[in-house]
C-alpha cells in the first residue's frame, strides 16, 4: 500500500470496526473524522483536505442547529428585518425548526435530515403546504448565512427539493358582486376603505399607513410610501423600489375619499390625534388590522355574498383590470409587485384567457372570410 506523504493525513481501522481519519487542520491542531467503511473515510479525508488548501476552517462540531438559529435571529434578522417578519421567523423556528433539528450539530446536518422533517411536517393535517415551504425557506436562510461565515461547507438546504407550492386557486368577487357590495356598505365608516382597496389593489397593510399628506384629491392621485405592520403602530417602507409608487385615481374613488375626509373633520375632538392617517379609529389614530378584516367579512356576511379575505379586494382589483384588457406591466405597476413574473403567476388563469382571447382575434384576421374580404 503506498504510504501517504507528510500532512496528507493518515487512515486506521478501530477496535470497534469504525474508521478514524487523521490529519491537522489550517491552525496545525490534530482533527479526527470517523467513518463506517474505509472508502466513506477516505472520501471525508480527501474533502476535509481539499478544504484546508482552501483555508476554510473547520466547522465547530459543538455548535446545534438551535444554537446557530437563537444567534442568527438575534444577530442577522432582527436587525435588518421588520418587526412581522423577525415574528414569523421566530415562529417557524419555535413550533417546528427546533423541535425537528435543534439538538442536531450543525455540522452534520445534512439533506437526508431535511427531507425527512419535511416529510413528516407535511404528513401534517393542521399544517398547509404552503406553511411547510415556509419552514424550509427559513431554514434555507438561515443555513445561506451559515455558510457566508464558514459555520459550515455549504447550504444543504440548497440540496433538498422544496415542498411543491399549493395552487390555491384565486375567486374574488366578480364585477357583479362588487357592485353589489359596495352598494351595500354605503355610508359604512369603512365604505371609503372598500373603495379605495377595489379602486387601487393598494394592500391592506399600504391602505392602513397612507396618509393624507400622501394624497392629492384635486390631482386624483395616491403616492404609495409606508406601510402599517400588522400588530403594530408603525410604519415601514416599501420591500423593493416598485412598492413605492404613485397611483392614478380613479374618479368613484376619489370621491368616495373626500366624502371620507369630510367626515373624518366632522367628528374630530380634542382627543384626536395628529398622525394623519386616512384610515383611522374615532380617536384618529392606526385601525388594527385584524378588526378591520372582521368589519370586512361581517359586511360580506350582511351583503350575502361569499367569504372572503381582505386580501381578495387586491386580486378583485386586478382581476377587473386584466379582464378589461389593460396591459399586464401596467396591473404589476399598479399593485406594486416586484416583476411583471410575479403578476404573471398569480393570475395565470387570467392571462391563459387573454392568450386565447389574442389567438382567437388572430384566427378572425386571417379566417379565409377575412381573407376573402381583403
Do not use: C
Given at each position: 500500500m503506498k504510504r501517504r506523504g507528510q500532512g496528507e493525513g493518515s487512515i486506521r481501522e478501530r477496535p470497534n470496526g469504525r474508521w478514524e481519519a487523521r490529519y491537522r487542520g489550517s491552525d496545525g491542531r490534530p482533527r479526527s473524522i470517523y467513518a463506517e467503511t474505509r472508502r466513506e473515510a477516505v472520501e471525508r479525508l480527501r474533502t476535509a483536505l481539499t478544504e484546508r488548501e482552501q483555508g476554510i476552517r473547520p466547522a465547530n462540531q459543538r455548535i446545534t442547529v438551535s444554537t446557530f438559529l437563537a444567534d442568527w435571529l438575534e444577530h442577522s434578522v432582527r436587525p435588518r428585518c421588520r418587526p412581522a417578519t423577525v415574528a414569523s421567523y421566530e415562529t417557524m423556528i419555535r413550533l417546528y425548526l427546533e423541535p425537528e433539528l435543534g439538538r442536531l450539530p450543525l455540522a452534520k446536518l445534512g439533506p437526508e435530515h431535511i427531507q425527512a422533517m419535511l416529510a413528516r411536517l407535511s404528513a401534517r393535517p393542521n399544517l398547509s403546504p404552503t406553511s411547510v415551504r415556509y419552514v424550509y425557506a427559513v431554514?434555507?436562510?438561515?443555513?445561506?448565512?451559515?455558510?457566508?461565515?464558514?459555520?459550515?461547507?455549504?447550504?444543504?438546504?440548497?440540496?433538498?427539493?422544496?415542498?411543491?407550492?399549493?395552487?390555491?386557486?384565486?375567486?374574488?368577487?366578480?364585477?357583479?358582486?362588487?357592485?353589489?357590495?359596495?352598494?351595500?356598505?354605503?355610508?359604512?365608516?369603512?365604505?371609503?376603505?372598500?373603495?379605495?382597496?377595489?379602486?387601487?389593489?393598494?394592500?391592506?397593510?399600504?391602505?392602513?399607513?397612507?396618509?393624507?399628506?400622501?394624497?392629492?384629491?384635486?390631482?386624483?392621485?395616491?403616492?404609495?410610501?409606508?406601510?402599517?405592520?400588522?400588530?403594530?403602530?408603525?410604519?415601514?417602507?416599501?420591500?423593493?423600489?416598485?412598492?413605492?409608487?404613485?397611483?392614478?385615481?380613479?374618479?368613484?374613488?376619489?370621491?368616495?375619499?373626500?366624502?371620507?375626509?369630510?367626515?373624518?373633520?366632522v367628528e374630530?375632538?380634542?382627543?384626536?390625534?395628529?398622525?394623519?392617517?386616512?384610515?383611522?379609529?374615532?380617536?384618529?389614530?392606526?385601525?388594527?388590522?385584524?378588526?378591520?378584516?372582521?368589519?370586512?367579512?361581517?359586511?360580506?356576511?350582511?351583503?350575502?355574498?361569499?367569504?372572503?379575505?381582505?386580501?381578495?379586494?387586491?386580486?378583485?382589483?386586478?382581476?377587473?383590470?386584466?379582464?378589461?384588457?389593460?396591459?399586464?406591466?401596467?396591473?404589476?405597476?399598479?399593485?406594486?409587485?416586484?416583476?411583471?413574473?410575479?403578476?404573471?403567476?398569480?393570475?395565470?388563469?387570467?392571462?391563459?384567457?387573454?392568450l386565447q382571447t389574442a389567438a382567437d382575434q388572430m384566427e378572425a384576421a386571417f379566417s379565409s372570410q377575412a381573407v376573402a374580404a381583403g
Open positions: 431554514l434555507r436562510i438561515a443555513l445561506g448565512r451559515a455558510a457566508k461565515q464558514a459555520k459550515v461547507i455549504r447550504n444543504v438546504a440548497t440540496l433538498v427539493d422544496p415542498p411543491r407550492k399549493s395552487a390555491r386557486e384565486v375567486r374574488p368577487l366578480t364585477i357583479a358582486q362588487i357592485r353589489h357590495f359596495l352598494g351595500s356598505v354605503s355610508g359604512d365608516r369603512f365604505e371609503a376603505l372598500y373603495v379605495a382597496a377595489i379602486g387601487t389593489g393598494m394592500r391592506q397593510g399600504e391602505l392602513l399607513g397612507l396618509r393624507w399628506v400622501d394624497v392629492n384629491l384635486d390631482a386624483g392621485t395616491v403616492r404609495v410610501e409606508h406601510s402599517l405592520q400588522r400588530g403594530t403602530r408603525t410604519l415601514a417602507a416599501p420591500k423593493t423600489q416598485r412598492g413605492r409608487r404613485t397611483l392614478q385615481l380613479a374618479a368613484f374613488v376619489t370621491n368616495a375619499l373626500r366624502e371620507h375626509r369630510r367626515r373624518q373633520m374630530q375632538g380634542d382627543a384626536w390625534s395628529l398622525s394623519g392617517y386616512v384610515f383611522a379609529t374615532a380617536k384618529g389614530t392606526p385601525l388594527d388590522t385584524r378588526n378591520v378584516t372582521r368589519y370586512f367579512q361581517l359586511a360580506l356576511e350582511r351583503a350575502g355574498l361569499p367569504h372572503q379575505r381582505f386580501h381578495d379586494l387586491r386580486h378583485a382589483a386586478a382581476t377587473v383590470l386584466i379582464e378589461q384588457g389593460v396591459d399586464l406591466s401596467i396591473v404589476s405597476r399598479m399593485l406594486g409587485h416586484a416583476d411583471l413574473s410575479t403578476t404573471a403567476d398569480v393570475y395565470a388563469h387570467l392571462t391563459n384567457r387573454m
